[in-house]
């Protein structure tokens, strides 16, 4: 498998450092409000890289943290009027229903800033007594960027380039504008623990070198986040666990790309922003997921609510498919027929070039087209009639349900009873569409009726009725079934 790292800047191939085993690191949330998005996006990224290392017969371990202090924690504490600790339980609550909703699999470690302080001051004082860090009167420390000599080389950022921009604030003991925060001195009413600096709590960066460093020996394979991580935050980890070790941090960096709301970055101050709630209140949970996977990992994704009705138009479609093959596979009696190689040699090509667009850096859009290609190739065998009643047409839908679901396994999707998720996907289009089902099944019965006493004229009156609600109803031979469209 290829992956790309941001450390190189290139494709790599990538091997565990330790024969079967992979030890994986990715950022999680600061937990103060519920999660966007880029939230969603990030998690399907990471969540999809550990399901297709462990398809590869890989031995996992995933870690997570959870970021529970935080000046954006302490102030919107402050705010609502409840502790720090009692916040930030609320929201890790909280993502957890929102990522179990999104099908992502919880990390086998999830460790919290505040479980982990003695680490984060062992770490601190090793970096003190190596001349890469040094404390203020005031308690606070700071690390010295200008002590590190390769900082910059993840974000490709150098020490000339950010002086010019930095600037010492008002009240700041730094010996140097770059120089960030290890330790924070306490200021009145916030958390805080006791350290050899006095009162204080952690910096932001402290946290996951600490915690990484904790479960993993140095380097472990790979670290992930958002883009937005790049710099200063993942910079700033690999300045103090690479300054404090002699060793490497991690081997692989990997980095999902921004999500873009109709081409502009997501900011509450544009109007822009919204949250995974926002989006499941009109669209279900696996839509959004498969929305996620159309775009490669790393390039920027352009959120809209049009383009998650073309997702939803691609999921319905491909649940369908699954549905009628699964239904025609019930027929009790096949002839001997086989299918021409040239249909085997179809199906083949698309489990090679889904394999293959895994292995390029995960690239899942480029496996879900040859996922499609499978779902035409079934609606084409049933549309021949000497291939749907043949063995060979049998063997071959089979083999298609079966890499269905294989594949589903990887990227969390497909994975459902597809009548059920039909149904449920038709619910929710019509709430979307302000539409009662009560109203559509009277409709229908009333074009039944209307065409069980020919009035044909009523009932194509009946019809374009429903079209204008968005309804489509096709004629089976088991009678009326309507679609939202």
């Known amino acids: 498998m290829r992956l790309y790292n941001t450390l190189k800047r290139k494709k790599e191939e990538f091997e565990p450092l330790n024969g079967n085993k992979v030890n994986l690191y990715a950022c999680g949330i600061t937990a103060y409000d519920l999660c966007h998005i880029g939230h969603a996006r990030s998690s399907v990224v990471f969540d999809i890289l550990v399901r297709y290392l462990r398809f590869k017969g890989y031995d996992v371990t995933f870690v997570r943290n959870f970021t529970d202090i935080d000046d954006k924690i302490i102030n919107r504490a402050n705010e609502t009027g409840v502790t720090a600790t009692e916040l930030a339980e609320k929201f890790i609550g909280e993502f957890y229903v929102d990522m179990d909703k999104l099908n992502i699999l919880r990390a086998d470690i999830e460790p919290k800033c505040t479980e982990h302080i003695p680490e984060m001051i062992e770490l601190t004082q090793n970096l003190i007594e190596k001349d890469h860090a040094y404390s203020t009167p005031s308690g606070d420390v700071y690390f010295k ?43 009145p009413g916030e958390p805080s623990w006791e350290s050899p600096w006095g009162e204080g709590r952690p910096g932001w960066h402290l946290e996951c070198s600490a915690m990484s460093e904790k479960y993993f020996e140095l380097p472990f394979d790979i670290h992930g986040g958002g883009q937005d991580l790049s710099f200063p935050h993942h910079e700033n980890e690999i ?73 939803e138009k691609g999921i319905r479609r491909v649940y369908s498919a699954l549905e009628q093959t699964g239904e025609a596979l019930q027929k009790a009696k096949w002839s001997k027929a086989a299918l021409p190689e040239e249909v085997l040699a179809e199906i083949e090509s698309a489990e090679k070039g889904w394999a293959e667009a895994m292995e390029d850096d995960m690239n899942t859009a480029g496996a879900m087209g040859h996922m499609f290609t499978l779902i035409r190739l079934a609606g084409r065998i049933a549309e021949e009639k000497a291939w749907r009643k043949s063995e060979g047409g049998r063997d071959a839908w089979t083999r298609i349900l079966e890499d269905m679901k294989e594949w589903g396994e990887v990227l969390g999707i497909f994975t459902r009873d597809p009548k059920e998720f039909l149904e449920e996907l038709k619910l929710c289009m019509l709430e979307r569409k302000g539409i009662e089902v009560a109203k559509v099944e009277e409709l229908v019965a009333a074009r039944k009726e209307a065409r069980k006493n020919k009035d044909f004229a009523r009932s194509d009156e009946i019809r374009d009725e429903l079209i204008e609600l968005g309804i489509e109803v096709k004629d089976t031979p088991q009678g009326a079934v309507w679609t939202v469209i």
């Open 145 to 187: 960027v200008r002590s590190f000599d390769d900082y910059g080389k993840l974000s490709g950022r150098n020490i000339e380039d950010l002086q010019s921009g930095a600037r010492i604030q008002p009240g700041e003991e730094k010996k140097d504008p770059l120089d960030f925060a290890l330790w924070k001195a306490a200021k």
């Open 239 to 311: 300045a103090q666990s690479e300054a404090a070790t002699g060793k490497e941090m991690a081997r692989f960096w990997v980095h999902n790309g921004f999500v873009q709301i109709n081409s502009e970055k997501m900011s509450k101050s544009l109007g822009n922003f919204f949250t995974i709630r926002d989006i499941l209140d009109k669209f279900m949970p696996e839509t959004l997921r498969y929305f996620l996977l159309t775009m490669h990992y790393r390039s920027p994704l352009d959120f809209s609510f049009e383009a998650l009705e073309e997702a």
